[in-house]
């Protein structure tokens, strides 16, 4: 049997044909060059087997990236990355809020909102040119798992409420639309109401060149668990104090001496997560 025909099982329980253009694509985001992806593609195809997961086909690639430079795996990692944001998704609302903090705007992060009918705690408030956005996050911690239309009828309901009460109230700022963000990805139908609704989605590869992987790339602004030299406890801890980009460790570096990091290993992680946030 084609390697290239065996069946792979991915995160949602659907099975797919194996895809050695996928695996390089992957590969190639990551920085590494083609002698080492020819490497790596070679190693993972010569062990797959039938009904291998997704899964296991990652965690082969990230560990021979890992061996060769860590940031290379961490880059390769940024999808898997944000699912560890969770388990709850303050740290995925905090990461979207510094997102759009990095690109200009004056953000806010649970800010309580007057409706027409109800009062309405807002994931995250963003401010800029005078123009007010309102953005929902619906964050899942496992994969496989995507935002279906129901997520964009409720936020939009919700929009519209803030809305009428802000209009009422003659703000000068303009609030101009509604979003839903997601680390996930939307259905085919959430995406026809969103754009029906004038409600903007944004999920890992939505709106396509402008979904959250490329703001991510485009910025340098990677969530802090994307380090394949930190551990899961060291990861915590930084979100746990506020610290979900890389670029805020580089500013507050001292947080690695709280937590009685190694002089050389800190001095690692942050030569790691320097490349990170400048390529």
Same mark, same amino acid.
């Given at each position: ?7 792979? +099982? ?10 050695? %253009? ?21 190693? @993972? ?52 809020? *510094? ?12 800010? #309580? ?9 807002? /994931? ?65 139908? *959430? ?7 004038? !409600? ?9 060149? /402008? ?9 340098? !602004?990677?969530?802090?668990? @994307? ?16 610290? @979900?980009?890389?670029?805020?460790? +580089? ?11 190694? /002089? ?7 030569? %790691? #997560? ?6």
């Amino acid at each position: 049997m084609k390697k290239e025909t065996i069946d792979i +099982l991915k995160s949602s329980g659907e099975k797919a044909k194996f895809s050695i %253009e996928k695996l390089r694509g992957s590969l190639k985001h990551s920085g590494a060059d083609n002698v080492l992806i020819d490497q790596i593609v070679k190693t @993972v195809r010569d062990e797959l087997y039938k009904g291998i997961s997704t899964k296991e086909i990652y965690n082969r690639a990230f560990a021979l990236l890992k061996k060769k430079k860590s940031v290379f795996a961490s880059k390769y990692k940024l999808k898997r990355a944000i699912y560890e944001l969770g388990p709850t998704g303050f740290p995925f609302e905090k990461f979207i809020a *510094a997102i759009f903090n990095y690109s200009g705007y004056t953000t806010e992060v649970g800010k #309580i909102m007057s409706g027409i009918c109800v009062t309405h705690e807002i /994931d995250v408030f963003i401010e800029k040119n005078n123009k007010v956005n309102i953005i929902e996050c619906k964050f899942h911690g496992e994969e496989g798992l995507n935002c279906n239309v129901k997520i964009p009828l409720y936020i939009h309901s919700r929009y519209r409420d803030v809305k009428a009460q802000w209009d009422r109230e003659n703000h000068q700022q303009q609030l101009e639309s509604g979003w839903v963000a997601t680390n996930t990805r939307f259905t085919s139908d *959430a995406i026809k109401y969103g754009k029906c609704a004038g !409600l903007y989605l944004l999920s890992w590869d939505y709106p396509e060149n /402008d979904g959250l992987k490329e703001r991510i790339d485009r910025l340098g !602004l990677y969530p802090v668990t @994307v380090s394949a030299l930190m551990s899961t406890k060291e990861k915590h801890y930084l979100l746990g104090k506020g610290i @979900v980009l890389c670029r805020q460790l +580089l500013e507050d570096n001292f947080y690695l001496n709280q937590m009685h990091i190694s /002089d050389d290993r800190k001095n690692r992680i942050l030569e %790691e #997560i320097t490349q990170l946030c400048n390529q």
